[in-house]
């Protein structure tokens, strides 16, 4: 990755940008392959969400996850690289698709701002291979083309384009520097009364639910599989069917798991085919910054109590319960033993 060392706020005009831009395109040129750009510029605060939902397509690629708890959020929409990738060597083709494409970028601004430069958004099934006609891949990444991230009190803002030989740098140059202005002073588009569609109106649309599978059959044939050792520990959940009369506005429904789950990681993924994976969990799977790799073992848990001392108590009970120490040094020895070859 060349990183330039060049300011865009302090060379904010389009004939520089413009020229930026036709060099670039002569990198690509001698390179003889295109070329990934990626502007970085510090803005005023921003919701990145609210930017999400302002271009919102149905039919784009993104990606978005959120903790407000430790005030921190980012938002990647449209894609100007896409891969997908299936079978056991998913991780590594997945790899060398990033190593290829940052050997062929060229970056500006602080790339000690949060989130600066590009980014690749990743979505990962639990499979190496998916049943045809799912609606995401095995293994899928993208490069957005507009990013906006907000942490620690900063907001930045991220254009990602692609320049080859044949690029057409006054289009490009234009697009790029109406969307600088836009991000320095953003008017969020009102959407409060169109949502997908047509649907409309302040409150959401009536849902119908029904739970699809046995749960209790699972259950019990879970408490045999464990007694005969097959297994030490089965996680089972309830699947739910919910049908809607219009169709459901993914980021309406995002907006209403961050506020309703503070402490929670907000997320969603659209697959720019009209489906998206939308959830709000408590468990941080993995982080990996500044060459330290950060996991928990996360299990075993009680209701919250009504008051201090009551939820003090049902503390004290769960840390002397030898049905979750057992269940969370499962989860721990697992941690273990897939880390020990790193």
């Known amino acids: 990755m060349l990183i330039l060392p060049l300011d865009p706020a302090a060379n904010a005009t389009s004939e520089a940008l413009r020229a930026f831009l036709g060099q670039c395109q002569s990198a690509a040129v001698k390179a003889g392959r295109p070329q990934l750009i990626s502007i970085s510029l510090e803005v005023d605060a921003l919701d990145p969400l609210a930017v999400l939902e302002s271009i919102f397509e149905s039919t784009e690629r993104h990606f978005y996850v ?16 896409a891969f997908t990738a299936s079978g056991a060597d998913r991780f590594s083709r997945c790899q060398r698709f990033i190593d290829e494409t ?4 060229i970056v500006v601004g602080d790339q000690q701002a949060p989130f600066a430069g590009p980014h690749f958004f990743c979505a990962f099934s639990f499979l190496d291979q998916v049943e045809p006609g799912e609606p995401f891949e095995a293994a899928s990444i993208f490069v957005p083309r507009w990013q906006v991230a907000h942490r620690s009190g900063r907001t930045v803002a991220v254009a990602n384009l692609v320049v080859d030989s044949q690029s ?6 234009d697009r790029v520097w109406r969307a600088r202005q836009k991000f320095q002073r953003f008017e969020y588009r009102d959407v409060s009364e169109t949502w997908m569609n047509g649907s409309s109106g302040g409150t959401p649309p009536p849902l119908k ?7 209790c059959g699972a259950v019990a044939r879970a408490l045999e599989q464990i ?15 919910l049908t809607a009369a219009q169709l459901l506005h993914p980021l309406r429904v995002l907006n209403g798991l961050r506020q309703r789950f503070n402490d929670c990681y907000a997320f969603s993924v659209a697959n720019g085919g009209g489906q998206s994976f939308i959830g709000a969990t408590p468990e941080r799977l993995l982080r990996v910054s500044d060459h330290q790799l950060l996991t928990e073992a996360l299990a075993g848990t009680t209701r919250r109590g009504a008051t201090a001392s009551e939820d003090a108590a049902l503390a004290a009970t769960l840390l002397r319960s030898d049905k979750d120490l057992r269940e969370q040094r499962i989860v721990l020895d697992s941690i273990i033993r897939r880390l020990e070859p790193l």
Do not use: C
């Open 66 to 81: 959120e903790r407000p708890a430790e005030n921190f959020a980012v938002a990647g929409a449209e894609a100007v690289l």
């Open 102 to 105: 940052l050997a062929q970028t």
């Open 168 to 173: 057409p740098l006054d289009a490009l140059t």
């Open 209 to 215: 639910y029904r739970e699809t599978g046995d749960y």
């Open 227 to 241: 007694a005969t050792g097959e297994f030490e520990k089965i996680v089972l959940a309830r699947a739910k069917d």
